[in-house]
């Protein structure tokens, strides 16, 4: 009973825990060319994953400390097995009111339906391209018909309205700013339209490529009329437009105007690492203090200390850089893979 619990505990700059985002795998099974370039990874050891009781144990800890969305993301969250029986034990959290999963789409087909029959909320697929050849190449898997399948399942299943994640790279998709935003209006989805990021393991980034949220209002302007500013809840990332003739979109301008100073989300790992910030450097880990045999209360008071102590502000102390290259370099991701957006969960 959510009414029941007292709002969130707040951080130094007054933002409250809401959102957790659990990555229950570092694994995946595509190689996006904007977060996984590398030929070779180091992965997190299978032994020191998080198991489902230990996820459902930290999670009850922090209900009562605020949080009321979860995310399930990745790497891939399909990867990992009975993601279903997972969703169903987090449902039943008192405190717990939405929980929503982040995926690539490809193995969806086969599990949309225990996916919603567990209880999950809502459903966002990324999806850059609706060109098979440019799937391959800026993935690395001919599979986009299996994505297609997936969004497919998902609808017949029941998710609606479903989010389509379009990261849009200059040179690389973004004369398919259109088209996607056309298809997803067809099929009733919403699509929202995601700056190319300096974060973790997008070592190719460079500035030229990102096309700004005003460039993307831009050619949508052109080609479906000017967009109008729609209700946004306040935390929530994306900025979301309707447009003339019906329809909305979200634009996600993380990279030309952050929005740290709403941010209420905290992140996971899969071997149970919390941090407080995309592109946060320094995480609490919580798998030793699970298997060292911390009480509810030393998890509750470690994770308290952890939120009310948080000042990050990550991308919008990357916008105050002069140049911007990768945040992070390749040495720096192969000793520490926590820094990885696929390891600390996008
Ligand atoms: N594998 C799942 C997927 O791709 O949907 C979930 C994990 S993925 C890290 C979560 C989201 O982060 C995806 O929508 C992906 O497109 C986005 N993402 C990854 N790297 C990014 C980058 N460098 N800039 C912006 N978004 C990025
Ligand atoms: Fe692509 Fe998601 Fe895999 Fe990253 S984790 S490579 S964004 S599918
Ligand atoms: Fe939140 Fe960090 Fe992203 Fe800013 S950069 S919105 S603080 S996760």
């Not at 169903?88 to 086969?110: F, V, Y």
């Not at 009329?225 to 900025?239: I, K, L, N, R």
Request: with cysteine; charged share 25%; proline share 5%.
């Amino acid at each position: 009973m959510a009414h029941e619990l007292p709002p969130g505990i707040q951080d130094v700059f007054g933002r409250v825990l809401a959102n957790l985002r659990i990555s229950v795998t570092d694994r995946c099974n595509l190689r996006c060319h904007y977060c996984m370039p590398e030929r070779e990874y180091e992965w997190l050891p299978k032994a020191d994953r998080l198991t489902f009781e230990e996820l459902e144990r930290l999670v009850a800890r922090m209900a009562p400390l605020g949080v009321r969305n979860l995310r399930i993301t990745g790497g891939e969250p399909l990867l990992r097995r009975e993601l279903a029986q997972l969703i169903a034990r987090l449902a039943r959290i008192p405190g717990i009111e939405d929980i929503a999963l982040t995926t690539n789409g490809i193995l969806l087909a086969d599990q949309a339906e225990a996916l919603w029959q567990a209880g999950l909320s809502r459903l966002t697929i990324s999806l850059d391209t609706l060109r098979p050849d440019r799937f391959r190449k800026l993935t690395g898997q001919d599979r986009l018909s299996a994505t297609l399948a997936g969004l497919e399942a998902a609808q017949s299943a029941g998710f609606a309205p479903i989010k389509l994640n379009m990261v849009v790279c200059r040179g690389s998709n973004d004369d398919e700013v259109e088209s996607l935003l056309e298809f997803a209006l067809e099929a009733g989805h919403e699509l929202r339209f995601i700056e190319y990021m300096d974060v973790g393991g997008a070592l190719d980034w460079r500035q030229e490529q990102v096309l700004s949220k005003g460039e993307i209002l831009e050619r949508i302007a052109h080609r479906f009329g000017t967009p109008e500013p729609a209700p946004t809840p306040p935390s929530a990332p994306a900025q979301r437009f309707q447009l003339p003739g019906g329809g909305r979109f979200g634009v996600i301008a993380s990279t030309t105007a952050p929005f740290c100073g709403t941010c209420t989300r905290a992140r996971l790992t899969a071997d149970g690492w919390l941090y407080a910030c995309l592109y946060a450097t320094q995480g609490l880990d919580l798998r030793k203090h699970l298997r060292d045999g911390a009480t509810d209360e030393q998890l509750t008071e470690l994770l308290t200390a952890g939120w009310t102590s948080r000042r990050d502000r990550g991308a919008e102390e990357r916008l105050a850089q002069p140049a911007r290259e990768a945040s992070v370099d390749r040495e720096e991701l192969r000793r520490d893979p926590h820094l990885e957006m696929h390891t600390k969960g996008g």
